[in-house]
């Protein structure tokens, strides 16, 4: 299987914009998914098919991609949005079908 | 609305075989329309997908994993079950549960839970 690269951590301020990337070869031919994990909750999609934002996500978070590269990006970051990030490919052809990216700790200063 | 909930022992010795059963509620037409899968966070890393299963008993495994896991689902209970086989230190992790709504996304997760493999 292939590798989604996210950058280990992004530090924002708060009322600034979290700018969190995943790069893999695939990406452009593939739907990316990104989820929010926070400690002692149930992981949160955030993000679908690269653009499409689930019932009850903020409008804070928006998704978009070019290339081998899709981007995360939380605008008006809160201390709420403080939490992992990964990124997630489906090829439903390949014998393992979902792939994750390698994570991105976002921390609000 | 659906949720999930894993259940199972938080403490497996090494060597041993780990099992965990996830519970789905609130949807019954869900858990015939959907894969089912599995999928764990080793601390400090990221995560890892394990492997699905679909309510007719279809199984996919994560080929790396593979020799070890199995999957069974029971459709009178709304329950899917995890089973892997001689676990070591690094099968310690939380261990998730979560929806494919069947276009590659996973739209609904259980909170985990935490196994850890002792010696």
């Known amino acids: 299987s292939y590798v989604l690269t996210q950058p280990p951590s992004v530090s924002v301020a708060p009322g600034n914009t979290a700018t969190i990337t995943c790069g893999g070869s695939t990406i452009g031919t593939q739907g990316i998914h990104w989820y929010q994990l926070k400690p002692g909750q149930a992981p949160l999609l955030v993000i679908y098919y690269e653009t499409y934002r689930p019932s009850g996500i903020p409008e804070r978070f928006s998704g978009s991609g070019s290339g081998n590269t899709a981007t995360l990006t939380i605008s008006s970051v809160e201390a709420a949005d403080e939490a992992d990030y990964f990124c997630q490919v489906w090829d439903s052809s390949s014998d393992h079908p979902y792939v994750f990216g390698t994570g991105t700790r976002v921390t609000v200063l | 609305q659906a949720q999930l909930q894993e259940s199972g022992p938080g403490l497996v010795q090494s060597s041993q075989t780990l099992s965990l059963t996830c519970t789905v509620s609130?949807?019954?037409?869900?858990?015939?329309?959907?894969?089912w899968n599995w999928i764990r966070r080793p601390a400090g890393q990221g995560l890892q997908w394990i492997g699905r299963i679909y309510s007719s008993g279809s199984t996919d495994y994560n080929p790396s994993l593979k020799s070890r896991v199995s999957m069974s689902v029971d459709s009178s209970k709304w329950q899917f079950s995890l089973q892997m086989r001689s676990v070591t230190a690094a099968d310690s992790a939380l261990y998730f549960c979560?929806?494919?709504?069947?276009?590659?996304?996973?739209?609904?997760w259980g909170q985990g839970v935490l196994v850890t493999v002792s010696s």
């Open positions: 609130g949807d019954s037409i869900s858990f015939q329309a959907h894969y």
């Open positions: 979560a929806r494919d709504r069947s276009v590659g996304d996973f739209d609904l």
